[in-house]
Each structure stands twice: as structure tokens, then as C-alpha cells.
């Protein structure tokens, strides 16, 4: 069965510092991978998406992911982050065949001034 | 407020009653999911459909858990004789028509219950 691991589960940085959230999934074949953010008091959206092709992907707000096909592996990353970045990170992957979204249990990240 | 609507946004009941809540996708979407979350945990797939097909439903999702759309517009998740881990916060979400329906989910705020 499919299943998504996030080992970070709560990250505490301070503005400007760098960001790489873990993700890894357990599925043989070929899969979609998602990373989704949750602001305070607001509802699920998609940060970025990595389906073929290029396996670093760029998404809203500066974030960018990386594939690792080896390793199993979608991490997301930021450079510098901000105060705004304060949210739960949620890495979630489909195979192709499905529709079925399976998320991992969330990083909270909290990035103080 | 052209997004995914759930209603209500709370429930409150006692152990044993029947709930049920509704969700409105957006309009032109034609997959509907519906995720449960509980504290520290991940959204969890219960089902979904395509229009107002139910194409997959959760091995987790015990025969107390129903869900229908009718019409292919809104959807109704309904729990019969609930318990108390039943409490946790249903989400739904709808996506586009074509290629991999679940390309980008577009959430709702969700339904929190709370079975007492």
C-alpha cells in the first residue's frame, strides 16, 4: 500500500533562515507527488506538484521540491524564509492509476521574526 | 465565494445519533473527494466520485459511513450510530475534469465534529 512519511513534525526557524522539509513515500510504481500548505484558519491549497519531467519543481511563494526517484524522496525547500511561511506542510503522493490522494501526517512550521 | 462550501462547520453530537453533512464543490468540477483529519494526522481518503459515480471508497470507511451525489453537484457524507473516534474534522474537495483528477484539489474549510 501506498504511504507517505514526514519526519519532521514540527520545525522552529527564524526569518531569512533556510528551509528543507522532508517527504518520503513508499509505492513501486509510477507516482504524482504534491506538496499542500495549510495557513492558519484557512483551507488546504497546493504549494506545487511534480508529475514528469524537470525533477526539481517550482511552486507559489519561492518553494521548490526535488524529486529523487532513488531515494524515494520529494523534499521541499525554500531559501529564505518568512514570517508569512508559518503554516502545517502536508507531502502527499497518487499513482497514476488512481485518484486517490494519500498525504503524510503534516510538518508545522513556525518561523518566528 | 466561488469555492469548495461545507456545511455545517461544526457538529456537535452525542454518541449514537446519525449526522450528515454536505458539500459544494466547484461548480464545474466533477470529482469530489471527501478526507477525514484528526489531530497530528494527514488528511485520510475516505472516498470520492466522478459526477455522481462513487469510483473509490476507503477499506477504513466502516459500513456506519455513507456518501452520495446524487446529481453529480453536491455531495452528502453520513454517518449512522456514531462514535466517539468518529470525531475529527471531514474536509471535502473537488477537481477539474481531465487528465489525473487529482491533479490539484481544491479544498473546502471542513465540518469539525465532535461525537460526546
Same mark, same amino acid.
Given at each position: 500500500?501506498?504511504?507517505?512519511?514526514?519526519?519532521?513534525?514540527?520545525?522552529?526557524?527564524?526569518?531569512?533562515?533556510?528551509?528543507?522539509?522532508?517527504?518520503?513515500?513508499?509505492?513501486?510504481?509510477?507516482?504524482?507527488?504534491?506538496?499542500?500548505?495549510?495557513?492558519?484558519?484557512?483551507?488546504?491549497?497546493?504549494?506545487?506538484?511534480?508529475?514528469?519531467?524537470?525533477?526539481?519543481?517550482?511552486?507559489?511563494?519561492?518553494?521548490?521540491?526535488?524529486?529523487?526517484?532513488?531515494?524515494?524522496?520529494?523534499?521541499?525547500?525554500?531559501?529564505?524564509?518568512?514570517?508569512?511561511?508559518?503554516?502545517?506542510?502536508?507531502?502527499?503522493?497518487?499513482?497514476?492509476?488512481?485518484?486517490?490522494?494519500?498525504?503524510?501526517?503534516?510538518?508545522?512550521?513556525?518561523?518566528?521574526? | 465565494?466561488?469555492?469548495?462550501?461545507?456545511?455545517?462547520?461544526?457538529?456537535?453530537?452525542?454518541?449514537?445519533?446519525?449526522?450528515?453533512?454536505?458539500?459544494?464543490?466547484?461548480?464545474?468540477?466533477?470529482?469530489?473527494?471527501?478526507?477525514?483529519? $484528526?489531530?497530528?494526522?494527514?488528511?485520510?481518503?475516505? $472516498?470520492?466520485?466522478?459526477?455522481? *459515480?462513487?469510483?473509490?471508497?476507503?477499506?477504513?470507511?466502516?459500513?456506519?459511513?455513507? *456518501?452520495?451525489?446524487?446529481?453529480?453537484?453536491?455531495?452528502?457524507?453520513?454517518?449512522?450510530?456514531?462514535?466517539?473516534?468518529?470525531?475529527?474534522?471531514?474536509?471535502? *474537495?473537488?477537481?477539474?475534469?481531465?487528465?489525473?483528477? *487529482?491533479?490539484?484539489?481544491?479544498?473546502?474549510?471542513? $465540518?469539525?465534529?465532535?461525537?460526546?
Amino acid at each position: 500500500a501506498q504511504s507517505v512519511s514526514q519526519h519532521n513534525h514540527h520545525v522552529i526557524l527564524s526569518e531569512a533562515a533556510s528551509l528543507e522539509l522532508g517527504c518520503n513515500y513508499s509505492y513501486g510504481g509510477t507516482v504524482n507527488l504534491f506538496w499542500y500548505v495549510q495557513y492558519p484558519g484557512q483551507h488546504l491549497q497546493l504549494l506545487l506538484k511534480y508529475f514528469s519531467g524537470d525533477p526539481l519543481v517550482k511552486g507559489i511563494k519561492g518553494f521548490e521540491a526535488e524529486f529523487i526517484k532513488s531515494k524515494f524522496s520529494f523534499n521541499l525547500r525554500k531559501p529564505s524564509v518568512q514570517w508569512s511561511d508559518t503554516a502545517e506542510y502536508f507531502c502527499a503522493v497518487n499513482s497514476i492509476n488512481t485518484d486517490k490522494l494519500i498525504f503524510g501526517t503534516g510538518t508545522r512550521l513556525q518561523v518566528f521574526p | 465565494d466561488t469555492g469548495v462550501s461545507q456545511d455545517p462547520r461544526h457538529k456537535i453530537t452525542k454518541r449514537g445519533q446519525n449526522v450528515t453533512f454536505r458539500c459544494d464543490p466547484i461548480s464545474e468540477h466533477n470529482r469530489l473527494y471527501w478526507y477525514r483529519q $484528526t489531530l497530528g494526522q494527514g488528511p485520510e481518503f475516505l $472516498t470520492y466520485f466522478q459526477n455522481e *459515480a462513487q469510483l473509490e471508497k476507503s477499506r477504513l470507511l466502516s459500513d456506519r459511513f455513507s *456518501a452520495e451525489r446524487p446529481k453529480g453537484s453536491f455531495s452528502t457524507l453520513e454517518i449512522q450510530r456514531t462514535e466517539q473516534g468518529d470525531s475529527a474534522m471531514y474536509l471535502c *474537495a473537488s477537481s477539474q475534469p481531465g487528465g489525473t483528477g *487529482a491533479e490539484k484539489l481544491f479544498f473546502g474549510s471542513g $465540518t469539525q465534529l465532535s461525537v460526546l
